[in-house]
């Protein structure tokens, strides 16, 4: 067994490979660690990209493109390793990157999955949205970040390189311990793409374990690689999936009056999106709520899960006790992390 596989998921991603690759192969070198490049089903040249450029990375391919969530549980059924890290093709790893979070995870037994800090390929002074320096969650569900709160970004200058518990870690760059990804049975396959990451720390910490970020570990990220910011199907992803999540990992206590709440949110997001105009946004939200619906009988509640394997109350920390959404607009968007760190459990 390796001590460490970097499984790098590709659809269509070509440029990205011939940009990353070739630092995550020079920038990654050890004996006991292995590169996997698991493809999608693309239906560019990609696989032939690896095999003539990158003879030494291994190549898993798939028939068709099964999401983010399908593809890489297919991918790390057939791969042997203490640890797996989850790497997006469009992230440049720097020198020495691996070390510290390989050493953390040695000398904390009770981290199940950790994380770099993210930085923006496009701006390196810059957190990047998808994970900046650490994942949490607000009493509703809403995720942000130490670094990115909703729109509003931050520079990096060092205030935030302390290594601490967060509520999850970013897909984009994700450690985690190979027995604790198959003990959760891997990524849940109905989000396809985004929240599914933090579905899965959500469990692993119902299970007892911790998620943290390590700064010491940087990489630079491109972000929106597979589909882009605007993309209103990567709208309707985002807030069915977010129900979902929420369905399957509140306390029985806080489900009904949390997805209530959601509800009404989610429709005023819909009536602001009716009135710009934006109605493949409003055509989003609708389809999100109508097959949350049409999947919830099918969902079976974590806790309940968790009460098979675990006794007593498992403590989960990284929430917000408020609401992020409210915090940012009265504070006028200009929200940081600094500022609401206190009100954190």
């Not at 205030?159 to 870690?169: C, L, P, T």
């Not at 009404?264 to 105009?277: N, P």
């Not at 919830?296 to 806790?303: I, V």
């Amino acid at each position: 067994m390796d001590l460490l596989a970097i499984v790098i998921l590709n659809w269509n991603g070509r440029p990205y490979l011939e940009r990353f690759l070739p630092m995550v192969e020079s920038r990654s070198r050890r004996e006991d660690t292995i590169i996997v490049v698991a493809d999608n089903g693309s239906t560019d040249s990609s696989v032939a990209y690896l095999r003539e450029f990158h003879p030494n990375v291994r190549v898993i391919e798939f028939d068709k493109n099964y999401g983010f969530t399908g593809g890489y549980n297919k991918a790390l059924e057939q791969i042997d390793a203490e640890y797996f890290l989850l790497l997006n093709s469009d992230v440049e790893v720097t020198h020495g990157w691996l070390e510290p979070m390989l050493e953390h995870m040695k000398n904390n037994r009770k981290t199940g999955i950790c994380m770099p800090k993210i930085r923006s390929a496009y701006n390196q002074s810059m957190f990047e949205y998808a994970g900046a320096c650490g994942g949490f969650i607000d009493y509703l569900g809403y995720p942000f970040c130490r670094g990115r709160i909703l729109s509003n970004i931050e520079e990096d200058k060092g205030q935030y390189d302390n290594s601490i518990e967060i509520f999850w870690a970013s897909g984009a760059a994700m450690l985690i311990r190979s027995s604790l990804y198959r003990e959760l049975g891997g990524l849940d396959e109905r989000f396809f793409a985004h929240m599914e990451e933090i579905d899965l720390c959500w469990r692993a910490k119902l299970m007892g374990y911790q998620v943290w970020v390590v700064p010491q570990s940087v990489v630079y990220h491109v972000g929106g690689g597979t589909l882009p910011n605007n993309s209103p199907h990567k709208l309707y992803l985002n807030f069915r999936n977010n129900l979902i999540m929420l369905y399957k990992n509140l306390p029985a206590a806080s489900l009904t009056p949390v997805i209530l709440i959601r509800m009404i949110l989610d429709g005023a997001a819909a009536a602001v999106y009716l009135f710009q105009f934006r109605f493949g946004y409003l055509s989003s939200v609708f389809k999100a709520h109508r097959d949350f619906w049409r999947i919830m009988p099918s969902l079976e509640r974590s806790m309940v899960k968790v009460k098979r394997v675990r006794s007593g109350k498992t403590r989960i920390s990284g929430v917000y006790k408020g609401s992020i959404v409210l915090r940012f607009f009265l504070s006028f968007r200009k929200i940081t992390y600094f500022r609401i760190g206190a009100d954190i459990s």
